[in-house]
């Protein structure tokens, strides 16, 4: 694909897919571009590859980005499938390849920002930051989960800030190359990574942490547990999720953008894991026509007191706590106000639970 204005660099047409394979826009063109990366590092054909042996399971974007190639591997006229229903109805999308070398990787990250402005140029549309709220038509795929849904991953703003490219630098990025393409030449904005003629302040980047309490389940493989967040400096290897699948362990805190956590085993990609629900209320039912044996809150409860009680359907209560290895259930009855209650099944009482 080609207008008239110079190109910073060549988009290699590499279509795999019959057009139309993943059907059409919503409105008969793409509304706006997505910008990913993929979780892993990995050649660019090794990924297309993984995209194309199952697109429908593995997903596929309409384009990839190394620090050496821009490849296009399906029509850009036709919705792709990288990023849930609602986006993949309206916006162009490309992944850019994780690279160990931080020079390479914004090399990378240059190339996608220069794709993303090309299909704005091409399709005549604004430039315009989506991630604020959901209104633009520039968007990662962290701000699709947050104003669009039907889907839950981060990337890419954890992995670009690690190797030092913040989004602010990235949007600007985007939108000089915009400008530059309608004025007609893209090879005079600066690569990311580039000196300019005026000497910038060096760019500081800084790695917050937010102190967390909460347990996960990790329920995906494929995932480093690394001793930082993948990409900070200092970050070593120290195994995978492969080896943990099943296991609950205590979260303690998390990076600035919510996109790792650190466990007892090491910083995972939350990607990988499932927050184990924490139970906020306890309700004990008890029905109609029985008899029920109360006890003092702190017992003795061997020997305790009899009630009946009626209303329409039953009665509920707040469980307050437990004792007796949970047989005896502290709750404020009408009337008597805080006692233990003998929670017995058999005449009919149950619990049911309140989850955060």
């Not at 993303?116 to 209104?135: E, H, I, S, V």
């Not at 990235?170 to 090879?187: E, P």
């Not at 290897?237 to 650190?262: C, H, I, M, P």
């Amino acid at each position: 694909m080609a207008k008239d204005a110079k190109m910073k660099y060549e988009i290699i047409t590499d279509h795999r897919l019959t057009d139309g394979y993943c059907g059409s826009y919503r409105n008969g063109k793409p509304e706006g571009v997505v910008l990913h990366e993929p979780a892993n590092e990995g050649l660019i054909l090794n990924q297309i590859g993984y995209e194309l042996r199952d697109p429908a399971a593995n997903g596929i974007v309409h384009a990839w980005a190394d620090d050496d190639e821009l490849r296009e591997i399906s029509n850009t006229d036709y919705k792709c499938w990288g990023a849930g229903g609602p986006a993949n109805a309206r916006l162009v999308q490309i992944e850019v390849c994780r690279i160990a070398n931080k020079a390479k990787a914004i090399a990378a990250i240059d190339r996608g920002l220069f794709w993303a402005a090309y299909q704005l140029y091409w399709y005549d549309l604004a430039c315009t930051d989506a991630t604020k709220n959901g209104q633009g038509t520039v968007w990662t795929h962290l701000a699709v989960t947050k104003f669009l849904g039907n889907t839950d991953h981060t990337d890419p703003i954890a992995y670009w800030s690690n190797v030092g490219v913040s989004w602010d630098t990235a949007f600007a990025q985007v939108k000089k190359y915009y400008d530059a393409l309608h004025a007609g030449d893209s090879t005079i904005v600066p690569a990311l990574g580039q000196p300019t003629s005026v000497a910038a302040e060096p760019t500081v980047v800084t790695y917050s942490r937010v102190k967390v309490d909460y347990e996960v389940t990790i329920v995906s493989g494929g995932y480093s547990i690394d001793s930082r967040p993948w990409g900070e400096p200092g970050q070593a290897f120290w195994g995978r999720t492969d080896n943990y699948l099943g296991q609950v362990v205590k979260a303690v805190e998390e990076n600035g953008s919510g996109e790792y956590v650190n466990t007892g085993l090491g910083w995972i990609d939350k990607r990988a894991l499932k927050k184990v629900p924490v139970v906020i209320e306890s309700i004990l039912f008890l029905p109609n026509g029985k008899d029920w044996v109360v006890y003092p809150v702190e017992g003795p409860y061997q020997a305790g007191d009899v009630i009946s009680l009626e209303s329409d359907g039953g009665s509920w209560f707040t469980i307050k706590g437990e004792r007796n290895d949970g047989k005896v259930l502290i709750v404020d009855l009408p009337n008597f106000g805080p006692v233990g209650i003998y929670f017995d099944a058999d005449k009919g009482a149950s619990i049911s639970k309140k989850y955060a």
